[in-house]
């Protein structure tokens, strides 16, 4: 059974920073493309950014130089760290690994910034 497991969200000033980070088990974690999702109130669920299992990271263009995304196969968890936030960041994140065959999400982590 797949799970992913989210948190470090919460609530932040405009310019600060958070770290989220997804504990994930149920797959095969080293070889697996991750990635990072937000979806905002009244929009669609977004690509924020993603990393394959060699380490090759891609970004939305909104957050580039502010989020980095990373990975520790040894402990199969992904991470989000994210810089310089606006508050058009505020969002639901989700951890989710869409790659493979089926696709898997966590639950979500509620990030809001206050202007």
């Known amino acids: 059974q797949v799970q992913l497991v989210e948190s470090g969200g919460g609530l932040v000033q405009a310019g600060g920073s958070l770290r989220l980070s997804c504990a994930a088990s149920?797959?095969?974690?080293?070889?697996?493309?991750m990635e990072w999702y937000r979806q905002a109130p009244g929009k669609q669920r977004e690509w924020v950014a993603g990393?394959?299992?060699?380490?090759?990271?891609n970004y939305l263009d909104s957050v580039k130089g502010r989020f980095t995304i990373s990975r520790d196969n040894a402990k199969n968890r992904v991470y989000l760290q994210m810089k310089s936030l606006k508050s058009e960041d505020t969002a639901v994140y989700y951890c989710?690994?869409?790659?493979?065959?089926?696709?898997?999400w966590g639950q979500g982590t509620q990030v809001t910034v206050s202007s």
């Open positions: 989710a690994s869409t790659s493979g065959a089926a696709n898997y």
């Open positions: 149920g797959i095969i974690f080293s070889i697996t493309a």
């Open positions: 990393i394959t299992g060699g380490g090759r990271r």
